[in-house]
């Protein structure tokens, strides 16, 4: 299947497309053009065949070119390619949400739909404040981040999130009243942790901090992933999150887990509130939900907060939100196709029995020239380069580029690279992975 490429566009059709998150002249002048994928390969619009490292940007978790994700969008399509969900309804909405539910870590059994990280989470924040106002602490607004953390490009995300050069341009004109916990990467107690940190765990008390400062009754929700991506792979020390959860309980503020990228087995469970045994009160998803076939995000949020909702006349609406594509049926279809998938092949826990192997060809890479760091746990995995003087990030992206030259493809972020190969990767794969990163490092000045 795919089996056709798609011809490279000339020269001058590049212009029209503004890209996100790229240096656009640079990428323009030199571009790197995907033409078709299938299992863990793309291949370019020349043939080249590059292993992909990364799982498309976190999202393709059962690899490329599934065909049963295929077919059923293809089939929903020629049945009805969009429905309201405004007053309105259509079956696979709702199985899809139960099914969701049934996978969801205990409590979270309300499910309301997105299209994206971005809009799962701006929409958890909406959801935290209403919440509160509707059970009469209307003056609880105010939110809690953490540097470092990512939480999308919407307003809401940007203002929580802590990524500076996300935040620079847009400062006057984000939410008010957002404070930053701080992060927890810290080589000097942690470089080379193999899993989770040992050191660290005391950080998650300076909530009691920011708590003491503007006062828990003001404080609608603190917000965090459990492991960060977009930072450059950030890992809980042990106890940092149920720590969070403890104080969060104790100032009765809710506590919202950002898993887009580690929802759906990117760490051996289906959602990394179940592998670290910490239940928040509103869960973020999106890209692996359906396998980036399709755009589509979920809110998961836990009962007590959909039934402080359900007051009033039944003829009223709860909460003024939502999108034109929320529960759109294509994605709807693209999400179950894709949930049978994980259930049949054991998608979602099949990173547990791979993280000792992934976890060891990681660590290898310890030793080479500019290893600051590795960092690893499920089927994520993250070296941090020495940055050069005065040109941060630049040894980073020589890295990146040069991988790609190689046939596999990593993702940079300053000068750190990061790895979650799709969930299907086996040793070969992993192996080559980390060879031709660590054959790359060695050559790169």
Known sequence: MNARLTPAPA?????????????????????????????????????????????????????????????????????????????????????????????????????????????????????????????????????????????????GGMSVGGMVNNRKMFGSSMLPGVDHLPHTLDIEHNAFSRGLPQWGAHLANELERLIALHDASTIAAVIVEPIAGSAGVVLPPIGYLKRLREICDKHDIL??????????????????????????????????????????????????????????????????????????????????????????????????????????????????????DVRNYGLIGAVELEPRAGKAGSRGFEVFLECFERGVMVRQTGDTIAMSPPLIVESKQIARIVETLGAVIRATP
């Open 11 to 155: 020269t001058g059709d590049l212009e029209a497309f503004w890209m996100p998150f790229t240096a656009n002249r640079q990428f323009k002048a030199n571009p790197r053009l995907l033409a078709r994928a299938e299992g863990m390969y793309y291949w370019t619009s020349d043939g080249r065949e590059i292993l992909d490292g990364v799982a498309g940007l976190w999202c393709v978790n059962a690899g490329h070119g599934r065909r049963e994700i295929t077919e059923a969008v293809t089939k929903q399509l020629g049945t009805m390619e969009y429905a309201p969900a405004f007053q309105m309804g259509h079956p696979i909405a709702f199985e899809l949400a139960s099914r969701l539910a049934k996978i969801a870590p205990p409590g979270l059994e309300r499910i309301f739909f997105t299209n994206s990280g971005s809009e799962s989470v701006d929409t958890a924040l909406k959801i935290a404040i209403a919440y509160h106002r509707a059970r009469g602490a209307g003056q609880r607004v105010r939110f809690i981040g953490r540097e470092k953390g990512y939480h999308g490009v919407g307003f």
């Open 255 to 372: 506590l919202i887990f950002d898993e887009v990228i580690t929802g759906f087995g990117r760490i051996g469970k289906p959602f990394a509130s179940l592998a670290f045994d910490v239940t928040p009160d509103l869960m973020t998803t999106a890209k692996g939900l359906t396998n980036g076939a399709i755009p589509m995000g979920a809110v998961f949020a836990h009962r007590k907060i959909y039934d402080a909702f359900m007051q009033g006349p039944e003829n009223t609406i709860e909460l003024f939100h939502g999108y034109t594509y929320s529960a759109h049926p294509v994605a709807c279809a693209a999400a179950l196709a894709t949930l049978e998938v994980y259930t049949r092949e054991g998608l979602l826990t099949r990173a547990a029995s791979l993280a000792p192997e992934w976890e060891n060809a990681m660590h290898s890479l310890r030793g080479l020239p500019h290893v600051l």
